[in-house]
């Protein structure tokens, strides 16, 4: 059996394919993965011995602007990127048995192509129920799209979706399509999502409600246990005080990092924490030399977390997922995207405080915090968390070996 993953992500993004490949690996089969060229993902994937092809441009420079922007913008990027998948795919992927693909619309779109012309099973996954039309909530706006303000009914705004996916990829996607000799697409946000799309995430964190127009799939979130060690130092920070509050924006380019980090210390420091600061693609940095501060760079989030009186984040799929299920009270300032959505489900649950916009101010993240900080969030955060089902890349794994007939 040979799995090929895809994905053009960030970490949050790239991190479960390395769960779901293990979980393939130890039931036999052989597995290779299409990622961006950023250094990180291809040591990620080296540790449990996965080969990467790298795929189009670094998502990190794209993110934090060392790529300068285009003139064509948008069509550019997608014409560059469904191009790069669908030939990379086809260089590596002959006699594959199953394609799975996740990520950005025109990277999906070159796996799907790759599928088509090789005639190997394809998945479309995502990581978070709100990116996939339902009844049940409003599609994440596309880029230059915002949502029509005076519409209310989620399936004529998920219409309006499908419309907005053809305006902006339909032609960079149609072209590219008709220069391999595939037919052009109508309709290629529902082609590229299938009719039975996987949800990878967790069903008590991000469930798929029904009644639903579509046939989703939910395999639980893809995770894997990080057994690397954190730092000698960052353990003796951990060791020679209070638990500390996390703060970590992951692969979010802040506008004043500077500021984004005096804010989140002194609002720390107000609840008489100490703080531990994640560098991330913003490169937060100490904002002072007192010792009641540590700055990280990569390290072991699961452990980290597990040892943290609480965990400001931005909402990613990734790292909520992390946080949950490392049993951490979370305060979530969301940026934009699935962030608002994992902000609200961490306050319903109870396991955290969605901060109101994505810009606090010291008090309204202290504020936030001290919500985090009660004893009954942490007791809820702690029983979500022994709730939360590890198996999903396990499952995924054996039905993927199903669909390839294995």
Same mark, same amino acid.
């Given at each position: ?39 990180e993902f ?15 441009k ?5 993110v ?40 950005l619309?025109p ?52 219409d ?15 072209t ?30 991000a469930?798929?409600?029904?009644? +639903? !127009? $579509? ?5 639980? #979130?893809?995770?894997? @246990?990080?057994?690397?060690? &954190?730092? *000698?130092? %960052? ?18 380019p ?29 490169d937060?940095?100490l ?24 965990v400001?984040?931005h ?23 699935d ?7 961490? +306050? !319903? $649950? ?5 901060? #109101?916009?994505?810009? @606090?101010?010291?008090?309204? &993240?202290? *504020?936030? %915090? ?29 039905l ?7």
């Amino acid at each position: 059996m040979r799995v090929l993953l895809s994905a053009y992500d960030s970490r949050g993004g790239v991190e479960p394919l390395v769960g779901l490949a293990v979980r393939l690996q130890e039931l036999g089969a052989q597995v290779l993965v299409c990622a961006p060229p950023d250094e990180e993902f291809e040591k990620r994937l080296a540790v449990v011995g996965v080969k990467m092809v790298p795929t189009g441009k670094s998502v990190r420079d794209l993110v934090t602007g060392k790529v300068p922007p285009t003139a064509g913008g948008v069509p550019k990027r997608a014409a560059e990127l469904v191009a790069a998948f669908h030939q990379n795919v086809m260089a590596v992927a002959e006699g594959f048995d199953v394609l799975v693909a996740t990520g950005l619309v025109p990277a999906v779109a070159g796996v799907q192509a790759a599928a088509e012309q090789l005639g190997i099973p394809y998945v479309y996954a995502s990581y978070q129920p709100v990116s996939l039309p339902s009844p049940h909530h409003p599609p994440i706006p596309r880029p230059g799209r915002p949502l029509p303000p005076d519409v209310t009914d989620n399936r004529a705004l998920w219409d309006q979706d499908a419309e907005d996916v053809q305006a902006v990829f339909g032609e960079p996607i149609n072209t590219y399509r008709e220069s391999i000799g595939l037919a052009p697409l109508d309709d290629i946000r529902d082609h590229v999502f299938t009719d039975r799309p996987w949800l990878a995430a967790d069903p008590a964190l991000a469930p798929w409600r029904q009644p +639903a !127009d $579509l046939d989703v799939l939910q395999t639980g #979130a893809w995770v894997l @246990p990080d057994e690397r060690p &954190l730092p *000698a130092e %960052l353990v003796e920070f951990l060791d020679a005080g209070t638990a500390p509050v996390y703060v970590g924006y992951g692969s979010i380019p802040m506008r004043d990092p500077q500021d984004v980090a005096r804010v989140a210390v002194e609002a720390i420091r107000a609840q008489g924490r100490r703080v531990v600061i994640s560098r991330g693609w913003a490169d937060l940095a100490l904002i002072d030399d007192e010792d009641d501060c540590f700055v990280v760079g990569e390290v072991n989030h699961q452990a980290l977390f597990r040892r943290a009186a609480a965990v400001i984040h931005h909402g990613g799929a990734g790292t909520t997922t992390t946080a949950t299920w490392s049993g951490a009270p979370q305060v979530v300032v969301p940026q934009g995207a699935d962030q608002p959505y994992f902000a609200g489900r961490v +306050a !319903d $649950l109870g396991i955290g405080a969605a901060h #109101a916009g994505p810009t @606090p101010t010291v008090e309204s &993240l202290s *504020a936030a %915090l001290e919500t985090a900080l009660t004893p009954q969030v942490r007791t809820r955060a702690a029983a979500v968390s022994e709730a939360f089902r590890t198996d999903g890349a396990a499952r995924a794994a054996k039905l993927l070996l199903e669909r390839g007939d294995a």
